[in-house]
């Protein structure tokens, strides 16, 4: 392993902030990890703002703040504000589940830029279903009315597999009717809860390519009105993508318990050592700990990657794709078409993409043991 | 949006959302939008201040140019390209 070398690693762009694991949906695909963060061990109101602080001093411009619920902290105004006081752009990811308009308000008021609202279906029907909560779909619907009123920029952000992907067009439609402004068509990334729930929420190939020639005719037609973003899946990709932009090089995530993550899947890689923000500083997280060191740059990279003219576009792909489905985390991902395992995760997703019945969902939930009650 | 969207008597302005802001670690005008930031050189920001939903592009088009000692026809296309660019990706209204 190389020694550190601060001279050459960019400021971060971005710091995603997971305030919490407390959600009241249960989406099968959720990015949390498997191990959900309790209550009790989450940071408090001035570690997080000493966070934001020392993010602003290094460089980050946008936090996003996510969860779980962002807003079931109780004190998501104040974090709200102390962003906008340190001069970082905010970015609420939520659920719209438990937010009310006088919580919106109060947000606004404090200076939050930007909300971005996930939806799970085009339909209450679907919507519900897949975010195990009855009523969520209008509730989302509601929000947003409130968000666009407001005057803030709204972003939907979709996360789209086998239970949805053929709803893609409404989705679209839905963003237009919502006044969004943005819409993220996220296919499903497999780590975690995903990665157990792949059988029940990979799509075929041709629903896929499907999808895509939805949202590339809609992006030419709705130019001006509606930028949309989209996540290609990666099992029926040639390249891998570029994970988080590259390791250690665009964004820091810190879990509700203050542990600092290169990647929010980055915990699924046992051997990785995390420090923890109650402890060190975000610079000397961001520039020495062995956790964003590990796959920084092209070092690390089996010579397969190294020499590859993608190198320093793909950044090697995910390692926690790697490590998931290649059983070793610095290898090339498999979901790049030059990985001698490619064809077999091709196989793999094709084969349960056309199962007659998915199996049912393994809905998130905190285990029993760690189970509380979302405010 | 097509170019002619940029009419002399638009005024461009900034959105809810959008921020120009001056990086200090970087050294460098960036203009801030929703999961999206831009770096962006001295001429673009100086152009940017002047979106401040009063102006009219015609006038950010002759404050510009003269700002550069230059005739507006010689900066006229530039600058709406630019904000029409902009506009598409949703960061500037027009």
Known sequence: MNAPRPVSVPAPLGLLAELTHRCPLKCPYCSNPMELDRRSVELDTETWKRVFTEAAALGVLHTHLSGGEPTARRDIVELTRHCAEVGIYSNLITSGVGVSQDLLTRLVDAGLDHVQLSIQGADGAVNDHVAGYRGAYEKKREVGRWVVDAGLPLTLNAVIHRGNIHQVGDLVGLAVAMGAKRLEVAHTQYYGWAYANRAALMPAKPDVDRAIAIVEAARTRLEGTLVIDMVIPDYYAKYPKACSGGWGRRSINVAPSGKALPCHAAETIPHLEFWNVREHSLRDIWLFSPAFTAYRGTDWMPDLCRTCERAEIDWGGCRCQALALAGDAAATDPACHKSPLHHKIVALAEAEAVTATPPPYQYREMTARAREPVE | ?94
């Open chain 2, 1 to 94: 949006m097509k170019a002619d969207a940029a009419t002399d008597e638009a005024v461009p302005r900034l959105p809810r959302g959008v921020k120009l802001r001056f990086d200090q670690v970087r050294n460098s005008w960036m203009l801030l939008a929703p999961e999206r930031a831009f770096q962006i050189d001295e001429a673009a920001a100086g152009i940017l201040k002047l979106c401040d939903g009063e102006r009219t592009l015609a006038t950010v088009i002759a404050e510009t140019a003269a700002a550069y000692n230059e005739a507006p026809s010689v900066v006229d296309a530039d600058i709406r390209a630019m904000l029409v660019d902009l506009a598409n990706k949703r960061v500037l209204e027009l």
